[in-house]
Structures are given as structure tokens and as C-alpha cells.
């Protein structure tokens, strides 16, 4: 019995529930290693990543390094100490953020159509928010 609740436990992702992706992607299946979790489903593939800063004043470097090649980069207000959002293509966004030394990467893409790519971006950052907030 023991083995089994640690095995259901080991499926989670420590900073974003299965529900909480469903509720904004549709159902998905999610895949953790460590801290890391990509969710999938067949239009849909969102990653998330999170990993220790030095100190606070290192995310500017971390957050230029993981926008890198992007399209277009916003600042998003709201979203833990600081994020940023990066369009990479039409249809992929990435929003890098910060909670106090922890960083966070969410990248999400789709094969859907080139009019999706606003949904994408509100899709991406209801889900940083929700990361950010389990953080704190």
C-alpha cells in the first residue's frame, strides 16, 4: 500500500497540478523528472522547469539567456517577482519568471492554427500564474 501512494505521488509535478493544465489545455498526460514536468496532449506540449537562482539579481541573465532567438519579448506584470514572456513562433511562447531565488520556464507550443497564437499567449500565462502563486 505504502509503495503505492509513493508511486502516485512520484507522477506529480511539484508546481502545477494535472487538473489545473486540464482547465486551461483540455486533458492532458504529464510526465515529471525531478521538478521538471511536460504535459501532453495532441495539440498541445507545455513544459515547465524550475531551478534555483544564485540571488534575485541573476534572473536578468537567466531570463536573456532562455528568451534567446525569441521574436518578441514582453515584460508581464503580476507574475511572481518578474517574468517575461517570449513569442518564439507563431504558435510558441515561453514565459520565464522569478519567486524570490527560484526561476521558472513554461514553454508551451501547438500545432494548431497561426489565428491561436493570441490564445497561446493567454493560455501560457494563466498557467505562470499559477506556478508563481504555488512558489510563494
Known amino acids: 500500500m505504502h509503495f503505492l501512494l509513493l508511486f502516485a505521488a512520484s507522477l506529480s509535478c511539484p508546481v502545477l497540478t494535472t487538473a489545473s493544465v486540464a482547465g486551461v489545455l483540455g486533458e492532458v498526460q504529464v510526465t515529471v523528472t525531478g521538478p521538471d ?15 534555483q537562482l ?8 537567466f531570463a536573456v539567456s532562455n528568451c534567446h532567438g525569441a521574436l518578441e519579448t514582453t515584460s508581464l506584470s503580476a507574475i511572481g517577482n518578474e517574468a517575461l514572456a517570449c513569442r518564439f513562433a ?15 520556464v513554461l514553454f508551451l507550443n501547438t500545432t494548431g492554427k497561426a489565428q491561436d497564437a493570441k490564445s497561446v499567449r493567454t493560455k501560457i500565462t494563466a498557467l505562470s500564474e499559477q506556478v508563481a502563486g504555488n512558489l510563494f
Request: aromatic content about 10%.
Open 90 to 104: 507563431n504558435l510558441a511562447d515561453k514565459v520565464v519568471g522569478r519567486v524570490r531565488n527560484r526561476a521558472f
Open 37 to 51: 514536468c511536460v504535459f501532453n496532449r495532441t495539440d498541445y506540449k507545455l513544459t515547465v522547469e524550475v531551478s
Open 54 to 61: 544564485s540571488a534575485p539579481d541573476k534572473f536578468a541573465d
